[in-house]
């Protein structure tokens, strides 16, 4: 999902209020650039998807540009990523990971 920055409001003096309201801008603009670095989409392409709650699937997540890979859990006949070990376990929580995980 790509949305804006939210923040709840707590009772304070309206100096606060505003101070917090310039600081979430702020962070909307960083959050804005760094969509648009890293999908290469117009800038006003990325306001617009942020003015409202985006929901997408991971494939549509990945085909948009806001993530690298999908993982999927292996089935019993996947050979991907086997990883050999001399005990039959994987040794490191980086081989655990892989040969739960497939990647597209």
């Not at 997408?56 to 494939?59: C, G, N, Q």
């Not at 806001?66 to 890979?69: C, E, M, S």
């Given at each position: 999902m790509i949305h804006q920055p939210?923040?709840?409001?707590?009772?304070?003096?309206?100096?606060?209020?505003?101070?917090?309201?310039e600081e979430?801008?702020?962070?909307?603009?960083?959050?804005t650039r760094v969509y648009v670095q890293r999908t290469g989409k117009p800038f006003w392409v990325i306001t617009e998807d942020?003015?409202?709650d985006v929901f997408?699937?991971?494939?549509e997540a990945q085909t948009h540009g806001?993530?690298?890979?999908v993982a999927k859990h292996k089935t019993a006949n996947s050979k991907r990523h086997?990883?050999?070990?001399?005990?039959?376990?994987p040794s490191t929580p980086r081989n655990v990971?892989?040969?739960?995980?497939?990647?597209e």
């Open positions: 939210a923040s709840s409001y707590y009772e304070a003096q309206a100096g606060e209020f505003i101070l917090e309201a979430l801008l702020k962070i909307r603009e960083t959050i942020m003015e409202r997408m699937s991971a494939a806001i993530i690298d890979l086997k990883i050999p070990s001399s005990s039959g376990m990971y892989q040969g739960a995980l497939e990647f």
